[in-house]
């Protein structure tokens, strides 16, 4: 699959793509779902003319109903990624927002249990 982010930071931090594989694990006998992925390279997927292609390490979320809350989930994110970012200071301030963007992508997403 390929993803991407837009400019942030007034174009401080370019678009970036990532060509990744993901596959999911369901295990209903303990309410859990886990979503693993990594990237790789595809002949289908050259580097696009205006992206930084990135690289996502072996990452994934877990996503565990929480008992007696139908209605909430536990998740762990764990993510692994290059996205040529420098200074140090950009990487401090963009990964805690990437973060919060992809959890609020996930709330907006389908709300009926997938457990």
Partial sequence: MRTTSPSMMAGLISPRDFIDIMGVDRQSDKHLIIAYYGSVEHCKYPEQ?????????????????????????????????????????????????????????????DRKSVV
């Avoid at 990135?54 to 993510?79: C, E, Q």
Wanted: glycine share 8%.
């Fill in 49 to 109: 003319k205006g992206f930084v292609r990135g690289m996502n390490y072996p990452s994934a979320i877990f996503l565990r109903a929480v008992d007696g809350s139908p209605n909430k989930t536990h998740a762990v994110n764990i993510v692994q990624f290059e996205g040529h970012l420098s200074p140090k200071s950009l990487v401090e301030i963009f990964i805690p927002n990437l973060q919060i963007t992809f959890v609020d992508d996930i709330r907006k997403g």
